[in-house]
């Protein structure tokens, strides 16, 4: 089946749906595979002090990326064989993170750090690490928008059919992470959990899937640029067509939004395992994925619900799990650290709020624990509502031709700028909550830091309130058919 066959209304054969859940699948394992648990490798190999910026590489890549992906898809290459090149260097780069992150370094006399040298430029190891990953993400991170308007292309009934192939992504993501813990996890001699992202495991396995990922793109059904041979102009690479939809109130609206609500998201992810080490969780990568169990329902469901809600109230909906959520892990931090699951001896500690099983600690009887895995649960809202329900609604609201275009700025708006700002916001948070009464600065990861967590999520939760009652009042459109502009 070609994209330029497509038809509104008809269904995309079998075959291609089974197709993109495979690319979506084996796009987000990449992913899930170390995003969550890459801090504990830093903090485990002496990077401590830079971990935090581990979290802004997707964002610069974000950022930079798709100024030339829009061109690339909608003028001169073929989609699949984009996203391949993407998939597969990104991979490579992958594979050499643990050894980079294995080099000792040179001490410096007076600092709790270490620094390498390469090429005469003398550098602290955790940022030549942090490179790495920004070089990994510079080739990764356009893969977002690059498979979702490859998927538009093949999907004529795109706004039903994208939620369904793209839910296979949130099952990679939670594989991936699963993976890891299952998989590479152990008890110690001491009786603590050695966590598997601790080691190097995790990047291995994100470079294998991103290089079956780019051999599998090969495959892709032919996927061509829709103004192949048109006059080239310079301007295409700042998205000057796709600009021209700010004209359209509803479309500015959305990602001037889409910007601020992922000022708050950064912290999700920068801090998110901070809050779990202080709260004593072990197998981090198990109970952050929880929340992509409730996305997977959601995508399911999102069809439905987008032709029941519309756009708008979906929108809504993404936008208070924001804040609620941020409540709730604000709360559950004041509920204290769960009591250690192991004895010295490796025997489990019959004080335990919960149960062992097969050497998984599950603390369900701790009141902090309840409520901080209700705010992770929420993830499926927060992300699914906002995030995918905007992919479909600039997909609806703007021209075939450009939009390749489109979803580069909408992942230049999310992922990209608004993920760096909420980096570098979060950071300045950060700084200044976990500063005890006698002006000492407390690790967010240390059980000291439970009391100051407020400190950082009430203020993001109220931001969230802000653009929610911005977003609110701001944006007027009226749902319709697919590929039907809106006002």
């Known amino acids: 089946m070609s994209a330029t066959g497509a038809t509104a209304g008809a269904a995309a054969p079998p075959h291609i749906l089974a197709r993109l859940a495979v690319l979506f699948f084996l796009q987000f394992f990449v992913w899930g595979a170390w995003y969550l648990t890459g801090f504990r490798y830093m903090i485990a190999h002496g990077m401590a002090q830079d971990a935090a910026w581990l979290y802004t590489a997707s964002p610069l890549g974000a950022i930079i990326a798709p100024f030339a992906l829009g061109l690339c898809v909608d003028r001169f290459f073929d989609a699949g064989k984009v996203l391949a090149a993407c998939f597969l260097a990104s991979g490579a780069i992958m594979w050499c993170l643990p050894w980079l992150g294995d080099l000792p370094g040179t001490a410096v006399p007076g600092a709790d750090y ?33 498979s979702a308007a490859l998927a538009f292309r093949h999907l004529p009934g795109g706004n039903a059919q994208y939620p369904l192939v793209r839910l296979w992504g949130t099952f990679g993501w939670i594989a991936g992470g699963l993976a890891l813990a299952f998989g590479f996890s152990s008890v110690g001699a001491d009786g603590h959990v050695v966590e598997a992202g601790e080691g190097a495991v995790q990047f291995r396995l994100a470079a294998l899937a991103a290089a079956a990922a780019g051999l599998f793109c090969l495959t892709l059904p032919a996927t061509p640029a829709l103004r192949r041979g048109q006059p080239f102009a310079w301007r295409e690479l700042v998205f000057a067509d796709a600009w021209r939809e700010w004209r359209n109130p509803a479309f500015a609206t959305y990602l001037v939004c889409a910007f601020l609500v992922c000022i708050p998201l950064s912290a999700y992810y920068a801090y998110l395992g901070n809050q779990m080490g202080a709260m004593a969780l072990s197998h981090a990568s198990v109970w952050g994925n929880l929340g992509t169990w409730l996305e997977a329902g959601m995508l399911f469901l999102m069809p439905l619900l987008i032709r029941r809600l519309g756009i708008k109230r979906m929108i809504l909906c993404g936008i208070l799990a924001w804040a609620v959520r941020y409540l709730l892990f604000s709360w559950a931090a004041t509920q204290g650290a769960v009591p250690a699951p192991f004895l010295a001896d ?14 998984f600690p599950v603390p369900f009887m701790h009141l902090g624990f309840l409520v901080f895995l209700l705010g992770v649960l929420l993830h499926g809202i927060s992300y699914d509502f906002f995030f995918i329900t905007g992919q479909v609604y600039v997909d609806r609201t703007t021209p075939p031709q450009i939009r390749g275009q489109a979803q580069a700025m909408n992942l230049f708006f999310t992922y990209g700028l608004g993920l760096y700002v909420g980096a570098i916001v979060a950071g300045a948070l950060e700084g200044h909550a976990f500063i005890d009464p006698a002006g000492h600065h407390v690790s967010s990861s240390a059980s000291a830091s439970l009391p100051f967590w407020p400190r950082l999520w009430l203020p993001l939760a109220a931001f969230a309130v802000v653009v929610l009652g911005v977003f609110g009042v701001a944006f007027k459109q009226r749902d319709g058919g697919a590929g039907r502009r809106e006002s």
């Open 346 to 359: 490796g025997a489990v500690d019959p004080a335990y709020p919960g149960v062992v099983i097969a050497g």
């Open 114 to 146: 270490t620094t390498l040298t390469f090429a005469g430029l003398t550098l602290a190891k955790s940022t030549w690490f942090n490179l790495g990953i920004t070089a990994h993400m510079l080739c990764y991170m356009p893969t977002l928008a690059l």
